[in-house]
């Protein structure tokens, strides 16, 4: 039995300068439509955590992740929040 060597494939690279401006990120779904993935994982999270509980898609839009778990967490306070997000990242 033999085998054959092949030499790895080399794929052409190159850099390409440019003058700007400035530079636009889109952190709020304009330009590129965050929706579905935020949707996506949203729904896993209250799967794992409120099974069986009603989770509303629509109130987690616009706002901030640890004002969305403490509607649905009443009894945590804040740093039980933000340990718990930090824990999600």
């Keep these: 039995m033999s085998a054959t ?3 790895p494939v080399r794929r052409a690279t190159f850099a390409v300068e440019i003058a700007v401006g400035g530079l636009l990120f889109d952190m709020d779904g304009i330009l590129v439509s965050s929706t ?4 996506r994982c949203w729904t896993r999270w209250a799967g794992r955590h409120l099974p069986g509980q009603s989770f509303d898609l629509k109130r987690t839009h616009g706002r901030r992740a640890a004002d969305t778990i403490r509607d649905h967490f ?3 306070d804040r740093p039980a929040i933000e340990a718990h997000l930090a824990e999600l990242d």
């Design 5 to 7: 060597v092949r030499e």
């Design 36 to 39: 579905l993935g935020d949707e």
């Design 74 to 76: 009443q009894t945590l």
